[in-house]
């Protein structure tokens, strides 16, 4: 069973300046990303939607624990954001196509409200 990395790699790994680069915010959100893959790849492609919502919650702990530790500037919400979109978004697509459908309906839907 793969290891997720510890809150301290990460420390050591980015934050011994105050400030990240873009190509450092890049490469943390990856890491998160394959930190949530081993989460995941854990169950072996048994995975049940509460068990993913889990390993999110997981996730956006760690992210935000990781802020906690940062020195300087704190992280931006919209950093998650971005980290959901592009490490979270994708895998709901792949292990729960039915629900990524209903999440793009529902969104199509607020859309046409809004317009």
Known sequence: MNKVKSNSSYV???????DLTPS?????GEDL???FQTLLDNHQGNITWEA?????DQLKT??????????GVPFSP????????TQ?????KEYFPEIWENIQ???EALKAIKD
């Open 62 to 71: 760690k992210f935000w624990s990781l802020n906690n530790k940062k020195p």
């Open 33 to 35: 990303g394959e930190d």
């Open 88 to 92: 979270v978004s994708p895998r709901i």
């Open 52 to 56: 993913f919502r889990a390993y999110v």
């Open 105 to 107: 309906k529902k969104k």
């Open 78 to 85: 919209n950093f998650w954001s971005a980290i959901y979109a």
């Open 12 to 18: 050591k790994r980015y934050f011994q300046n105050p």
């Open 24 to 28: 450092q915010q890049k490469r943390l």
